[in-house]
């Protein structure tokens, strides 16, 4: 199945005076399911009646991001979407009876890293496994270091096709001049138009970059298609430099994980985010501030928002589920977990439709690698929640905040894959799209337990708390790869994505 489906979809679109869709030429609808449901056309894009199916998901209550829920059969063949509609007389070697559960596109996480403390090559295939345990079928993954692009990526590539259990997004990293010059050849020969600076870095691991650079970088942005975007991470590093210094001389060795959270001021996200808002607007970049932090970082971009139709922003379910009271030494992050009043500013933002996407910066490794047991200022940042990621969110959003599907599920498939331009092959459940779907357990309630997860993780920032709501089957192109939490996956479909 070739990704122009759509390209040629819209062109029929454009120039089709039947005024409805058949499947069997290959054009599927997308955007108009809604238009096309009102005027019974739906029916119409049926195929004929002895056509059989790969699978059926009958009974269930789709959740279409921006359509609202319907109760509609899903008929996928080929691993793509064929057919959603009330009849239920359609064959299928498969059924799934879906009667009392939501079903929701598969999850696009925008925000992973992968091969950071063990290769990328081994965690390709373990952090991808566990992404479809946790309903997560495409994933935006930041691809760093100092070298060429040219001399790394077609490796990541090769790794990708062959050994990841979900679709890939690749962001790369800019930071020496040779990336930033290389650029518009990434694009070129690689396809890739998402791009990301950091305005404070990752000390020993990830250098900042300062605003000539940044400015550099937007230029040669500005030089490719009009869909390419700048991912930044957003905190002003003087700011930090200053905090992080103050608080280390005041507390010295015996700093706890709640004094880290002071080394990054919320003003350090609010001044970025304003600075970076304005390059977005001055050379007019669909820029993409991922993990805001805290209440001040949120309200700001809200703010910016209002006059600035370039500024998109991310929040991540850690941000929205953690505080630095936890016991739990290892939730230790860069920007860090926040107070009570930042986790529902964040959940507020959300629930008023004021947060573009909501990833996982998920950073996979182990309690012995994060080097748990020396000082904060040793420890290394990251964990491992891309198993979590649903569940924290149907836990803090849908149960204990009563925020509905209609506005979560939106925020970790339809925008995202939007924002990154795989919408609406990826996350929304359509004729035509990749048969990539998640059934949802919404009330079973399952204790967390870091050795227990599938990545090759051995802990997690919820270790020992009950989070309520989680995938119970998963379908990553039209194969039920995950149920009942038993993955039945033999071999990875993943691929990389154009
Ligand atoms: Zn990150």
Known sequence: MSYDRFESYIKKLENNDKGYFDVQSEIYNNENINVLK??????????????????????????????????ENVYIRDGIILS????????????????????????????????????????????????????????????????????????????TDSKSYVDIIPHF?????EQAYEMGDYNKYFGVNSFKVYMNGIPEMIPDVNDDFIINVY?????????????????????????????KKEKGDAASISDW???????????AIQRIAEYAKMFQIKTYVVHISSLEGIETLIRLKGNNPYIYGETTSPYLSITRD????????????????????????????????IGTDNVSLTQDEKKINSPVWEMLPGYSVLETHLASILNEGYHKRGICLEKLVPLITKNPAKIFGVYPRKGTIAVGSDADVVILDINKESKVSGSKLISRTDFSPYEGKTLKGWASLVIKDGVIVVEDGVSSVKTSSGKVLK
Request: with cysteine; aromatic share 6%; glycine share 8%.
């Open 84 to 159: 959603i509609g009330k009849d239920n007389k359609k064959i299928a070697t498969k059924t799934i009876d879906a009667q009392g559960r939501y079903v929701i596109p598969g999850i696009v996480d925008p925000h992973v890293h992968l091969g950071i403390y063990e290769s990328f090559e081994k965690e390709i295939e373990t952090e991808t496994r566990a992404a479809l345990h946790g309903g997560i079928t495409t994933m935006g993954v930041y691809f760093g270091g100092q070298h060429s692009h040219f001399k790394t990526y077609p490796s990541i590539q090769d790794f």
């Open 261 to 271: 959270t002071d080394t990054h001021p919320a003003e350090a996200e609010v001044e």
């Open 173 to 177: 990293v800019i930071s020496t001049n």
């Open 326 to 357: 936890c016991c739990n030494k290892n939730i230790l992050m860069e920007p860090p977990v926040r107070d009570k009043k930042d986790v529902e500013g964040l959940w507020k933002a959300v629930g008023e439709g004021k947060v573009d996407t």
């Open 38 to 71: 009102k005027s019974n056309k739906l029916d119409i894009m049926k195929p004929s009646e002895n056509d059989e199916y790969d699978l059926a998901i009958i009974n269930g209550s789709l959740v279409i991001p921006d359509e609202g829920i319907v109760k």
């Open 219 to 247: 230029e040669k942005i500005r030089s490719m298609d009009k869909d390419a975007i700048l991912c930044v991470h957003a905190e002003n590093n003087s700011i930090i430099k200053w905090a992080y210094k103050k608080v």
